[in-house]
């Protein structure tokens, strides 16, 4: 989550003018650059896959999300954009249960329901205006969700690296030929923060399937409530943003629904290990 939330504050360093073609297609490239020098010669073998279909769906998905994720990140406050992102936890877990067949308890859906209550005093729907950005922002909670559950039904039979191989590829294929069309020469600080993207964007999404690999969806999406308060403290120690009271409550009912599901889970983990 923090790693997710540096690659969020690199993307709104940029701004507005960020063209979503070059960025996608420098963080394929880079992530495809950072597999091949960790994997080596056993670069092509981990291309290898019985499920392309599946590899490729999720691919798509993180096109689509990857771009609504820069635009609302560019055009919003570090800490909304965030809170928006995380209303797709709910449906996660509502996906796991209903899709990936995984017992979801009471506490967990306790957990989850009380993280997206503080979602809601953050956002205040009633007092936000429905824009684009905010458009935007509604189908990427969606989306996030239809990505967490289709990394964790490629994780029963996939590596991260080939999971990450594909992603990647998907990624170039679709963003190279926006990248052409709308190219722009960057300045040198905004191709360094895309290259930062780049590095802190696959390093966070090795960490994400990773840990969808060691647990269950619906533990590990209460979680990410986390990166709300990483994202408040980015944007008013960096971009100066300001925080009310009602923002600061939220993030506090987020934090203790994550802590709860966490300090629950590593308990629960103690009690299967074997004797």
Do not use: C
Not at 49 to 64: C, D, F, I, K, N
Not at 237 to 248: A, K
Not at 258 to 266: D, Q, S
């Amino acid at each position: 989550m923090a790693l997710f939330s540096i690659e969020a504050a690199f993307a709104r360093a940029i701004g507005p003018d960020l063209n979503l073609g070059q960025i996608g297609t420098i963080r394929a490239v880079v992530q495809l650059l950072m597999l091949w020098a960790w994997l080596g010669r056993g670069f092509p073998q981990a291309i290898a896959t019985a499920r392309p279909g599946m590899h490729m769906t999720r691919g798509l998905l993180s096109v689509t999300g990857l771009a609504a994720y820069f635009y609302v990140f560019a055009n919003m406050p570090m800490t909304t954009a965030t809170v928006l992102v995380f209303a797709g936890v709910l449906f996660t877990t509502i996906g796991a249960q209903a899709i990936l067949g995984e017992a979801v308890g009471w506490r967990r859906w306790a957990a989850t329901a009380v993280g997206f209550a503080g979602v809601l005093v953050v956002v205040r729907p009633a007092a936000t205006a429905l824009d684009w950005t905010l458009a935007i922002g509604l189908y990427l909670a969606a989306n996030g969700a239809a990505i967490n559950i289709a990394t964790k039904g490629l994780t029963k039979t996939e590596p991260t690296q080939t999971i990450m191989i594909w992603i990647s590829l998907t990624m170039l294929v679709a963003a190279l030929p926006l990248a052409v069309l709308t190219f722009t020469v960057p300045t040198p600080r905004d191709a360094l923060l895309m290259l930062s993207i780049g590095v802190a964007g696959t390093l966070g999404q090795y960490a994400s399937v990773t840990a969808y690999r060691l647990a269950d969806v619906s533990a590990v999406a209460p979680i990410m409530y986390l990166r709300i308060v990483i994202a408040a403290a980015v944007g008013v120690l960096i971009f100066g943003e300001t925080l009310d009271g009602l923002t600061i409550l939220g993030a506090t009912i987020v934090t203790a629904s994550a802590l709860y599901i966490t300090i629950r889970e590593a308990k629960l983990a103690r009690q299967r290990e074997p004797l």
